[in-house]
């Protein structure tokens, strides 16, 4: 997905709330936003929002010397998800379709992003658990098991740290030891890295790698070659978030987006509602399908 | 009022808003962006928001060569408020305060900003006008008409095209003799100009003049001389909207605000919610008043 007009007012915004999360400093919030404002002028808008946000993060990072601002949210998500993790697989044992709920309440995790909403508390993510559980999820649940159960191989590309517990859910409903999980390579917003995973255990139940990267999103050039393989060989890929979204959505691979549509950019790009739950196949396997089905037998 | 850190990203969206009303070349937007996230990277904050939205509209109606891209706006909503006129004056001559509900309108007339929303439409002024008649008004309408009544000379500084036939509602209850309108020297924005003033009939009703400027609030050091005389000799001024409120809350004149907080910051600065239906006089006479009663008779 290309960088449409409309981000760049967010990207302000996200810069301002970011720069304020990291420090109370106001003229290194300026010195900042000026910094930001400059780049913004210059970008090129072919590329997709999360590189723009990878540029905004090293420069808070750099310019206020702190390599990880993000850190106390993180740990603040990851112990708030593992609080509520017990009474979740409980919803999920007791639900009449497990499956389908592990799935939404792996959505509703993905509420927990800093990069869209630097406000988010424990109320935003009760909340979006109890939405997640009764309101229409736009996708099909029967055809991503169906792929999940067929494929050989399944990279489960995660997004934030405390989503990363609401995952296990999922993850536990799959063939775990054909799955493979992975994280960013380095700090990026509240993006889970290696060090949420260990926190979380998440180790435990799957095998875990990290991407090598610090760009909120998967840009695959960025990535070191190890990740790199697993991609381009695995057969099926899950991506969580709209950071992934945004950078794999036109990647020649078969991949089931799962994600909370939080902006206007990314709902109109999946022809959805802000606030939707989305499944949602990528369109090269939709289009390929129609091909396979309608061509001659 | 100075430039928040909020201020900016709602400049960009603002901007975004402007250059897609005036042309739908997607080159010339992406260009009339660039530039204007140039400027705002070099911005002087201490500067009330205004400033900048000047230089944005300035700079958007000479990138495309269009001196009055609001005009069909203007027009638009000039038509709209003549129609509803009749039945508003109605309303007032039927209300058991005439001169509050004559208020009111006016402050619902302040919702016409396409600086603020370019979405506008006439279901909004609808709305304005029904949540006016019915919502708190914040501040002291005696105290207004009190004013009103003991100043020797009144300057009422207008905001926007259609907004000022609201305005004649409130101007008719009071002592036109002495109330001098004026309106913006030239096109900015869909503030009114004396194209509108002729359009609508405001001359006929109370002298009106220009203040020679293309600020989309009240630049003092920008106006014209005959303007600043009159802003600098009058009594009591009546200053509508957000934009008057960002260049004149620090001015040194005995100052009536009257205007719907459309954004949080300008909502913020004056203590109320967004929405709210303000009337608020200046701080100096506030304090002034202050002293006056608790120093020695």
Redesign the interface.
Known sequence: MKTY??C???F??QT?DAVRLVTEDEAM??HV???A??E???MD?RQSPPVMGQRIHRLIRKLTSQKDPYRGIKDRFNALALELYPQLKQTVEASSRPRETAMRLAIAGNIIDFGVNSQIDSGHVHEAIEHALTTPLEGEVEAFYEAVSQASSILYVADNAGEIVFDKLLLEQMPREKVIVSVKGFPIINDATMIDVRDTGLDQLVKVIDNGSDAPGTILEECHEEFRRHFNETELIIAKGQGNYETLSETEKDIFFLLKAKCPVVAKHLGCRIGSLVLRRSDRVRTSAGIYHEGPA
């Open positions: 007009f409309e760049i007012s967010c302000v915004r301002l919030q300026e936003l000026r910094q404002l400059h913004f002028s210059k808008l």
